[in-house]
Structure formats: structure tokens, C-alpha cells
């Protein structure tokens, strides 16, 4: 029972559901640059490297943020604030992975590929939670590109380079970011406040928050539209594409009227799902 319980916390550490959402988007951009389905050797040495690099990541950014996750109601159970694993055990979990990561993605896939599953690491663990995170209100907006490198990884797998369209890619993430995680924060604010991390609502409050929530929401939905205007995607993304931006442009527009800590995390929960929906038909609008 024991040794279960600590795989169960090791995969606890690795945060699943996020790791599994960035796949959904990381074999997106392996599609988008084929063209076509990629083949299963790619795909599995692709997404197990992905799985592992975030899986890492996630790791050893727990590690560092153990003090503020031991203070947030929303965090105060996770394996290492909760003491059920030693702070060395998470970070050398978070960095055997991510070395584990690299090697199979040079070694499997190609070295461009491994190279920027590594700098999105990089971004993440030294720039965005060593630094960002605690530093400044736009901590949320620089470090959202951490979160949009893993379609730029799955593009780079089948081409080996990158190129104009892929850029679109993670802009959807880049944009995609605060609108997601500021409405995690309204809901949050009380735990943020008392950790000391300077998220959006905490400094500038709420209506400022709710606003840009609304802002960012409109600049991701034009750029989701803007795709097919540019004939890099065709029909089936450009009505998908518009038929959920109509329905995250509502959430965040009673976000914006409404207010409260329901329909706030109502947008959290749309925008996941969103995210989700809008690289599926990304994939879709490919093979259709």
C-alpha cells in the first residue's frame, strides 16, 4: 500500500491532466506540420518526451513553489507541501525525467525538437517560477510561454524546423494563458494574497482583472480567425473556430458584467475545455 501511495504522489507531481491537455496540443502541431497523420514511431518517441518534459517540469516547479503551495488552500495537499515526499525526492524525480526527456527526443526524434522541449523547461523552471512568479503582475503573461512551446515541439518532430504557421501555434496558448489562469485567480485571490504571489487580482483587483480577462479573450478568438483568412487552415477550423470563440467571448463576457467567484471559475473551466476543443479541430480540419 505504501509503495502505491508514493506512485500515486509521484503522478500527483506530474500534474496528469496538464500534461495530457499539452500532448492534446503538442501531436496538433506534429499534424499541422505533416499535413497528414504522422507515423506511430514519431508520434510515440514525440509525445513520450513530451509526457516526461512536463511531467518534469511540473516537478521541479512544485519543489520550488513548496513554501507558497503549504500556505494556498488549493495547494496545501500536494505531495511535497503535505510532506507524504521529500523536497529532494520531487526535484530529483523533476530532473530525471526532464534529462530522460531530452535524450529520448535527440535520440528518437531529431535534436531541434529536443532543443526546444528544453528551452520550454527553461522558460518555465528559471524564468517563470524562479523569477516571474513572484516578481510581477505579468508574471501570468510572460510566462505563458512556457505553456506554448509543446505545439512548436510536435511541429519540429516532423520537419524538423519551424516555419510562419507554427508561430500561430503558440500564440493561441500565449494568448490563451491569462484569460485561463486569471480566472483561477479570481477565484483564488484570498490564497494568493496570503502566499504573496502578485497575481492580477491581488494587485490591480477585480474589475481591472475581469477586464483583462474580457481583452485577451477577444485577442485570442481574432487570432483563432485569423488562420483561415491566411489559408492556413480551412473550413472545418474556421466554423469551429468561431463556434467556440462565440461560446469563451460569452464566458468572459459575464466574467466582465457579472462577477463573482462562480462565473469565474465557470471561464476557468470552459477556457481548459476551449483549449482542448480548438486543437482537436485544428487536427481535424487537417484530416477532414
Do not use: C
Not at 55 to 68: E, L
Amino acid at each position: 500500500m505504501q509503495f502505491r501511495a508514493r506512485l500515486r504522489d509521484f503522478f500527483t507531481l506530474s500534474k496528469p491532466l496538464i500534461v495530457a491537455l499539452l500532448l492534446v496540443t503538442t501531436y496538433a502541431g506534429m499534424v499541422m506540420g505533416a499535413r497528414a497523420i504522422p507515423g506511430w514511431e514519431v508520434t510515440l518517441w514525440t509525445l513520450l518526451g513530451g509526457a516526461l518534459a512536463a511531467a518534469g517540469s511540473s516537478a521541479i516547479n512544485q519543489y520550488i513553489d513548496r513554501d507558497i503551495d503549504g500556505s494556498m488552500q488549493r495547494t496545501a495537499k500536494r505531495p511535497l507541501p503535505a510532506q507524504r515526499l521529500t523536497p529532494g525526492e520531487g526535484l530529483a524525480y523533476g530532473v530525471a525525467a526532464n534529462l530522460i526527456s531530452f535524450f529520448l527526443l535527440a535520440g528518437f526524434v531529431n535534436l531541434t525538437a529536443a532543443l526546444l522541449s528544453l528551452a520550454g523547461m527553461v522558460y518555465y523552471v528559471l524564468i517563470y517560477s524562479l523569477w516571474l512568479k513572484r516578481l510581477t503582475v505579468q508574471n501570468i503573461v510572460i510566462g505563458g510561454g512556457a505553456g506554448a512551446i509543446p505545439p512548436l515541439v510536435g511541429w519540429a518532430a516532423v520537419t524538423g524546423s519551424l516555419t510562419f504557421p507554427a508561430l500561430f501555434l503558440f500564440a493561441i496558448i500565449f494568448l490563451w494563458t491569462p484569460p485561463h489562469f486569471w480566472a483561477l485567480a479570481l477565484v483564488r485571490r484570498n490564497d494568493y494574497a496570503r502566499a504573496g504571489v502578485p497575481m492580477m487580482p491581488v494587485i490591480r483587483g477585480e474589475k481591472s482583472t475581469r477586464i483583462q480577462i474580457f481583452i485577451y479573450t477577444l485577442e485570442l478568438v481574432a487570432v483563432t480567425l485569423l488562420m483561415p483568412l491566411l489559408n492556413l487552415t480551412g473550413s472545418v477550423f474556421l466554423i469551429s473556430a468561431a463556434v467556440l470563440g462565440l461560446w469563451l467571448i460569452g464566458a468572459a463576457w459575464r466574467v466582465l458584467r457579472v462577477g463573482g467567484n462562480k462565473v469565474a471559475w465557470k471561464m476557468y473551466r470552459y477556457s481548459s475545455m476551449y483549449l482542448m476543443f480548438i486543437f482537436v479541430a485544428l487536427v481535424l480540419d487537417v484530416l477532414v
